[in-house]
């Protein structure tokens, strides 16, 4: 009797220990599996039809970054254009989830988004044209091009001039003033593009069928040159904002520095908001700026990393160069990350600006 309580005893303990390694090994397989698929579904790049890894999950984005890596843009312009593409890519994700649920009935959304593609093909020039958009303005268009001439904008360029040899700026706030000019000069460019876009696809939307899709078309249409209007008078704004910092310099009580910053903070102040809300947005403009300035240190560690890679291809150690692309490598994927991240808190800032103005309007 005793020796078959011992043999209970024993079996009872093996089978307790058999049931908890069971129990830790589904749990363990069941983690592994969770973390597995979390992390490869959730986080990997999606693949090709030829199992090659691709970088956007659409396909016409992948196409237009292949050709960018062919046309061999410099490591800034790729961080750039990939950070565009990103912005794209969310905003058509966005849209076919729209479509789906019947949100888009007459094709504002849809319209916008194939404009917004087709400005990002013109900007880094591969929408098969030759750049030939002139910086249009009403000033000097027979001026000539002199030394020292750098925003191809006589009016910016006279401008400029005028600041350099002013003495009113430290040489701090001669840079500061500089990248005011060169995101000015970057704004007119991308509207020209933009007119340049719209002109060309006017005929297909006065090509209509019915009554019912003219009325929508002529909607779209009317869209697109209140885009325009709004744009033209952003820049009139920016124009004047850049020749009152010329003559009088900046003032001591300047909210922001970089350009994007103070353009935004500017809408907002036109945007007819609360003490309270413009006090609360001052705040978020503020991290704002801090993330646009660190990517403007990435972008420039981005091009210094790229000019010791090709220095060290050069010379032609192997190790050496193995070393210096993992580096360049990483930084441009960094790079191309916070890129993404600043361009998107832009976008929601500036969307969020337009909203509440146009609560308070209605109001």
């Not at 593409?85 to 789906?100: A, H, R």
């Not at 009139?236 to 001591?252: D, P």
Request: net charge neutral; proline share 2%; with cysteine.
């Amino acid at each position: 009797v005793a020796r078959q309580q011992r043999r209970a005893g024993i079996s009872g303990y093996l089978f307790k220990m058999n049931l908890q390694c069971l129990v830790v090994a589904v749990c363990c397989s069941v983690g592994v599996m969770a973390g597995r698929y979390s992390r490869e579904m959730n986080e990997q790049k999606p693949s090709s039809s030829d199992g090659l890894t691709v970088e956007f999950r659409i396909a016409k984005l992948n196409q237009v970054w292949e050709k960018a890596k062919r046309m061999q843009l410099s490591p800034v312009r790729q961080a750039e254009l990939h950070s565009d593409l990103k912005i794209q890519e969310k905003d058509e994700m966005l849209w076919k989830k729209l479509k789906v649920e019947g949100l888009d009935e007459n094709g504002e959304k849809e319209a916008q988004l194939r404009r917004n593609f087709n400005v990002i093909l013109a900007k880094y020039g591969m929408d098969g044209k030759r750049d030939t958009r002139p910086l249009e303005n009403n000033y000097l268009k027979d001026h000539d091009t002199k030394e020292g001439d750098i925003f191809d904008d006589p009016r910016l360029d006279k401008l400029w001039n005028k600041a350099k040899s002013s003495g009113k700026f430290s040489n701090e706030e001669l840079l500061s003033l500089k990248r005011e000019f060169q995101h000015h000069k970057d704004k007119v460019h991308e509207y020209n593009i933009l007119m340049d876009t719209i002109s060309r696809t006017e005929e297909i939307h006065k090509n209509v069928i019915s009554p019912l899709e003219g009325d929508t078309k002529e909607h779209v249409l009317h869209q697109k040159h209140t885009d325009l209007k709004h744009k033209m008078r952003d820049l009139n704004q920016g124009f004047e904002r850049l020749r009152k910092l010329s003559h009088e310099g900046f003032s001591e009580d300047s909210e922001f520095r970089e350009p994007r910053v103070i353009e935004l903070w500017e809408a907002a102040k036109r945007a007819n908001l609360s003490e309270d809300e413009l006090d609360s947005l001052k705040e978020e403009l503020r991290h704002f700026e801090t993330k646009v300035e660190k990517h403007s240190h990435y972008q420039e560690q981005l091009e210094l990393s790229h000019q010791k890679l090709q220095h060290v291809e050069a010379l032609g150690d192997k190790e050496h160069i193995k070393k210096t692309q993992e580096k360049y490598y990483t930084l441009a994927e960094k790079t191309r990350e916070i890129g993404y991240k600043m361009k998107k808190h832009m976008q929601d800032l500036s969307n969020k600006i337009s909203r509440q103005g146009l609560d308070h309007n209605e109001l």
